[in-house]
């Protein structure tokens, strides 16, 4: 059975705005539509339809059937450009653009698209283009608030940059932190902890952007910053947690302690402006009592490390052939232990006593580092620091000579490393000018050796 249709009596004196929006207008003066949305009709205004007027006898005598909106019918309102108002002179003879109202026609035809809260309260502003007041909003794109969780003040500035360095750490600096292992723990497992424990991500795009930094020289300033910034945090993170060692946070605690060796350096790494103000002894006293402060957690949590993701670098490796370097500075550190009472000739002399204890465990190190790493120089390195107690590092600060000594034996093993590692290159060349200006016979026999091992200028015996 065919469908009836509803007849309804088509409006062909209504105004410009309703032609423009193809709805049906009452022809009222001003219409309905008009009156509703606060705007000019051009049934008052005068302004040409375009068709003829119908008297206002035959606009009261037709009915007015009921029309189905583009709303209604689920369908997104028709914008036809060709039919947009044309710009019309103002009372200053400038050309008068249309208004907002007119472009993009009434609020209730938005409002499957657009929270009409937001569209109502453009009235309440308004900018001034071409001589009309035109609506604006204080968020100009209001639809973007509800996929927006965050406050844009706080959004961190540096986010592509980080991005930048967590690239730069999974495709080379990874490499370059403690050679001998599987790349796996430094470029897999490690990162894995990182995403669970803050303060070590940090730690880990600060030595990527310091690694990045010293192989791009024109970007210097700049890593170096966001360098210091993730370090920044990253030591704020690690005392928060280290009285609450844990077999969960352990592994990410271990961790973040290697990196933080490699970012107290890099950070520290001499410069010209350095050696020029005799910094480089005191800067790295600096490093060792960093490193004091995560002292205790290989002791505390060895059984969970050995038996964790990075427990390989637990387990015994081959022994490597000792260096020659480290070979010929155990034989000097030897001879170094037996003048030592002689030295220091006070029994009582707790100095003496510190100093003693720093050069067997400088010992121990390379014997231990000689048994269990692939690389024995850069394991006790890392180590010796460690192990020094606060009395020795007073020493050094106050420029004991027999301290001093002993450290210079340190810049041997430093000079070892530092054509492998890139964070401890030229660190045992100035630590060791600075040492050999202060010191004084016969403390100067030992720094000299050192000197002579490190710089190739002197005979090595």
């Known amino acids: 059975m065919a469908r009836l249709r509803l007849g309804y009596t088509k409006s062909r004196g209504g105004c410009l705005r309703c032609k423009q929006r193809r709805v049906k207008c009452d022809e009222d003066r001003p219409c309905k539509a008009c009156t509703r ?11 040409s339809t ?61 409002a499957p698209y657009v929270d009409t809260t937001t569209i109502s309260s453009v009235s309440t502003r308004s900018l001034s283009l071409g001589g009309t007041p035109l609506p604006t909003s204080p968020d100009p794109y209001p639809y973007f608030a509800k996929f927006t969780s965050y406050d844009g003040e706080q959004e961190p500035a540096n986010w592509a940059s980080d991005m930048e360095l967590m690239h730069h750490y999974s495709t080379s600096c990874y490499k370059t932190i403690a050679k001998g292992y599987s790349p796996e723990i430094w470029s897999i497992e490690v990162p894995k902890l990182a995403f669970a424990h803050p303060y070590l991500l940090h730690e880990m795009l600060a030595i990527s952007a310091f690694h990045l930094a010293f192989l791009r020289p024109d970007r210097h300033e700049e890593l170096t910053v966001q360098a210091t910034h993730h370090q920044s945090r990253a030591i704020k993170g690690i005392r928060g947690v280290l009285s609450n060692l844990s077999a969960q946070n352990c592994h990410a605690l271990f961790v973040a302690s290697t990196f933080l060796f490699v970012g107290s350096l890099a950070a520290s790494r001499p410069t010209d402006e350095t050696v020029a103000q005799d910094l480089g002894l005191d800067n790295l006293v600096d490093v060792f009592l960093l490193l004091k402060g995560v002292r205790g957690i290989i002791d505390d949590a060895t059984n969970e490390l050995r038996s964790g993701p990075l ?48 050069v067997e465990r400088m010992i121990q190190c390379i014997e231990h580092a000689g048994q269990t790493s692939t690389s024995p120089e850069y394991q006790t390195l890392a180590s010796w620091p460690l192990s020094l107690s606060s009395s020795f590092i007073g020493l050094l600060r106050s420029r004991n000579q027999g301290a001093l000594a002993l450290l210079s034996y340190y810049c041997v093993i430093m000079h070892s490393t530092e054509d492998s590692y890139w964070f401890t290159r030229g660190w045992s060349v100035c630590v060791m000018k600075d040492i050999a200006k202060v010191m004084t016979s016969p403390w100067n026999q030992d720094c000299a050796w050192a000197e002579g091992w490190i710089t190739g200028q002197v005979s090595v015996q």
């Open 311 to 358: 427990g390989e670098i637990f387990r015994p490796m081959p022994m490597p052939d000792r260096s020659v370097g480290l070979t010929r500075l155990m034989v000097q550190l030897q001879r170094f232990l037996e003048k030592l009472p002689n030295l220091i000739p006070t029994a009582g002399d707790s100095n003496g006593a510190t100093i003693k204890l720093e």
């Open 50 to 110: 375009g068709t003829p007027q119908p008297s206002q006898s035959s606009r009261s005598s037709s009915t007015t059937p009921s029309v189905t909106t583009p709303r209604q019918r689920g369908k997104t309102p028709d914008c036809d450009f060709n039919t947009l108002p044309a710009a019309r002179p103002s009372h200053s003879g400038q050309q008068q653009l249309p208004s907002i109202s007119q472009l993009i026609g009434p609020h209730d035809q938005l």
């Open 37 to 47: 949305h606060g705007i000019e009709c051009s049934l008052v205004t005068g302004q």
